[in-house]
């Protein structure tokens, strides 16, 4: 069974840094593409960021591109998401997410972590 346990988020002001961080188990880390979606109340998950199972492959969404990085340590089992430049709108509910099976980019089946609380203020 996959577990997802994430650490990081809070409050922060507009402009200002934070640092999420995902430890897996459960699977194969080193093989799978892992990702961040988040949810606003109302509007639904939105893909954040994906990273493929080496780390030489990642994706931004465009709200978030230049700002935001994806990383992997694959030696802890850990995803990262470094969140720069934050802004009233990167406002969600934050939640780290392992592809369906080793080597797809495919979210389908929502193994996801606990979510984290991410509030930008103005």
């Known amino acids: 069974q996959v577990h997802l346990i994430q650490s990081g988020g809070g409050l922060v002001q507009t402009g200002g840094s934070l640092r999420l961080s995902c430890a897996a188990s459960?699977?194969?880390?080193?093989?799978?593409?892992m990702g961040w979606f988040r949810q606003v109340p109302e509007k639904g998950h939105e893909v954040v960021a994906k990273i493929n199972w080496t780390g030489a492959w990642k994706y931004y969404s465009d709200s978030v591109k230049g700002r935001f990085t994806i990383s992997r340590d694959n030696t802890k089992n850990t995803v990262y998401l470094q969140m720069d430049s934050l802004k009233p709108e990167d406002t969600a509910v934050y939640y780290c997410a392992a592809g369906d099976s080793a080597y797809r980019d495919s979210f389908h089946d929502r193994r996801w972590g606990q979510g984290t609380q991410v509030t930008v203020s103005s």
């Open positions: 459960g699977l194969t880390f080193s093989t799978y593409y």
